[in-house]
């Protein structure tokens, strides 16, 4: 079946633009994440979906970012003003279940520039 | 919250030689420890995971190997191949929490 597919992949920003990265899971899962991962480092965590319940956003780096998935399927995180600090990876990954030890399925990312 | 460590940081081996990446863990309730392959450009790939009630797990030329006492894990390849070159990420799992936590990633160059 189809993994997870994110939207766009590549985007370029200017300096206080908002932009929108969209996140199809692979259906039917019930967990939703999404990561951060610089240039060279690991992915970070900045958020987590339990269908449409948003129940962790301890890793969101600041009130300009902001996650829904009110349906509890496809997801979309916003970036408000962005800034050069943005400048990342964005990845999804999805799980079928809500245990810790469930396998995370990732989408290819999002590479946002900002200029 | 979790801290997970990564060394080394890059490795290279000779087409055929063993390869050894070594992570350790803060938080000891973590309880899932996976391991993803990742090319340039492309998704993290899940190679082979983990589970807290195991000590040893392998698949064909790749095993994980947990040390709960000592909270460290390793990732083992063996008879390294061209497409074996990548970066690899380890990361840890708590059981409340979901979220993974990664380490900063090994770069690995398998050379004829």
């Known amino acids: 079946g189809a993994g997870v597919s994110q939207s766009p992949r590549y985007k370029v920003a200017k300096r206080g633009q908002d932009v929108a990265l969209r996140c199809d899971p692979i259906?039917?899962?019930?967990?939703l994440f999404w990561y951060q991962q610089a240039l060279g480092q690991g992915p970070e965590f900045l958020t987590y979906f339990q269908n449409e319940a948003q129940l962790d956003k301890s890793g969101l780096p600041s009130d300009r970012f902001f996650a829904e998935r009110p349906e509890g399927s496809v997801s979309t995180l916003k970036i408000q003003r962005t800034q050069q600090e943005d400048s990342a990876v964005y990845l999804c990954?999805?799980?079928?279940?809500?245990?810790?030890?469930?396998?995370?399925?990732f989408g290819p990312g999002t590479r946002l520039t900002v200029l | 919250g979790e801290n997970v460590e990564q060394h080394p940081s890059t490795l290279s081996v000779q087409e055929g030689d063993s390869a050894v990446i070594k992570c350790t863990y803060s938080?000891?309730?973590?309880?899932?420890f996976p391991w993803y392959k990742q090319e340039l450009g492309k998704r993290p790939q899940l190679i082979i995971d983990?589970?807290?009630?195991?000590g040893e797990k392998k698949d064909q030329r790749i095993a994980v190997t947990l040390n709960k006492t000592a909270k460290h894990f390793s990732l083992h390849i063996t008879e390294t191949q061209p497409e074996d070159s990548a970066v690899y990420f380890c990361?840890?799992?708590?059981?409340?929490?979901?979220?993974?936590?990664f380490g900063t990633g090994t770069r690995l160059q398998v050379t004829l």
């Open positions: 990361a840890a799992s708590t059981g409340t929490a979901s979220k993974l936590t």
């Open positions: 990954a999805s799980s079928l279940e809500v245990l810790s030890t469930d396998t995370q399925y």
């Open positions: 259906s039917g899962h019930v967990s």
């Open positions: 938080d000891s309730a973590s309880n899932y």
């Open positions: 983990i589970r807290s009630n195991v």
